[in-house]
Every structure is written in C-alpha cells, then in structure tokens.
C-alpha cells in the first residue's frame, strides 16, 4: 500500500506539527516572560520556525479534524500542574515526542524532512538539559 497521499498519514503530521510547534511556544514564552532568557527565547523560536511543511499546508490543513479528535478531552494530568517546571518538563515531554512521530512518518514523503525532525528532537534534548539544569 502506497502511504505517500493516504490523507490519514497527512492527518497524522498535521497534529504533529500544531504539538509540536505549541509545546516549543510554550516553553519559549516562559524563557522570554518569566525567564527574561533572551537567548534560549531566541533559540527556541528559530527552532520552532523550523517546525513547518510549506509545500504541504494547504493540504495539511484540509486534513485537520479537531472536532472529532478521539482523545480530544484532556486527561487528569493533562490539567495538574504545580509550578513553571512542571509545565516545562510536560512541554519539552510534548515537543520531543510530537517531533519524534513527525521524524517516523515524514519519512514515507523523503528523507529530508525525517531528518529536520530528527535534528529537531535532538535540539530540544540539549536545550532541555540547558535550560532545567542550569
């Protein structure tokens, strides 16, 4: 079976793509509002820049069905938070696995894209490690 147009694959990235672009906007809002860490903010939104499939988005976009979304109710966790670092970690958690879907999947549409979103996951760890660490 030929994946490459199965508009359940384009689904697939869609939801991957809006995830992971919205946990990365997260923790670069908290770098840049709570932190004032303008150069992890900056880093974080040149990352999150690459988060895109131009060429794609129109069809991307029809595929999109949040309405009907099966786990579209959040989760008890989902809704627990205790502190800023919480929020990091569940949004650096997100962004990683989101990418980390988007790597395996784009696949089927070429190697280039797999590994943007390779290079991508591998960014948020350090930048995962930089910014809880220090």
Request: proline share 2%; glycine share 2%; hydrophobic share 35%.
């Amino acid at each position: 079976m030929n994946n490459k147009n199965d508009p359940k694959v384009v689904r697939l990235v869609d939801a991957n793509l809006n995830r992971l672009k919205e946990g990365i906007r997260v923790i670069e809002d908290i770098a840049r509002y709570h932190d004032d860490n303008g150069p992890l903010a900056l880093k974080l939104k040149n990352l999150r820049h690459q988060c895109r499939i131009d060429e794609k988005y129109l069809e991307l976009l029809s595929s999109r069905d949040s309405i009907n979304d099966v786990l579209r109710p959040s989760t008890k966790s989902e809704m627990s938070r205790a502190n800023i670092e919480d929020i990091l970690i569940a949004n650096y958690k997100r962004a990683q696995e989101s990418a980390r879907v988007l790597e395996e999947s784009t696949k089927i549409w070429g190697g280039e894209l797999a590994e943007r979103f390779k290079n991508i996951r591998y960014e948020l760890y350090a930048l995962e490690k930089e910014n809880l660490l220090n």
